[in-house]
């Protein structure tokens, strides 16, 4: 088993920036690939980052590009997802989840993750 805590959501004007983090229990952290999910009122949970094992390969979906950054620390147990510039659109509920799995893939789709995080509130105001 895998426990997720998600923190750093918060209340930001439009244009600021936030850093999330996803702090993993239960099994050895660098084992698992990592993903950012979110999920605003009304619309279904959607893909946002993934992060391999290792840190070495990352995907975004095409709304947040060069807007913001997944990273991990293994170390700490720990991923990250930092955002800037950031806008109305990226109002919602952000998810950590985990997927038993090394090597260079990462994960889109919110079918492929197992473990589940409670979330975290962001809200962008203009």
């Known amino acids: 088993q895998v426990q997720l805590v998600e923190s750093g959501g918060g209340l930001v004007q439009a244009g600021g920036s936030l850093r999330l983090s996803c702090t993993a229990s239960g099994r050895t952290f660098s084992t698992f690939t990592m993903g950012w999910f979110r999920q605003a009122p009304g619309k279904e949970r959607e893909f946002v980052a993934a992060i391999n094992w290792n840190g070495d390969n990352t995907d975004y979906t095409n709304s947040v590009k060069g807007r913001f950054t997944i990273s991990r620390d293994n170390a700490k147990n720990t991923v990250y997802l930092q955002m800037s510039s950031l806008k109305r659109e990226d109002t919602a509920l952000y998810y950590c989840?985990?997927?038993?799995?090394?090597?260079?893939?990462?994960?889109?789709?919110?079918?492929?993750?197992?473990?589940w995080g409670q979330g975290t509130q962001v809200t962008v105001s203009s």
């Open positions: 989840a985990a997927q038993y799995g090394s090597g260079w893939v990462v994960r889109q789709s919110r079918n492929e993750y197992t473990y």
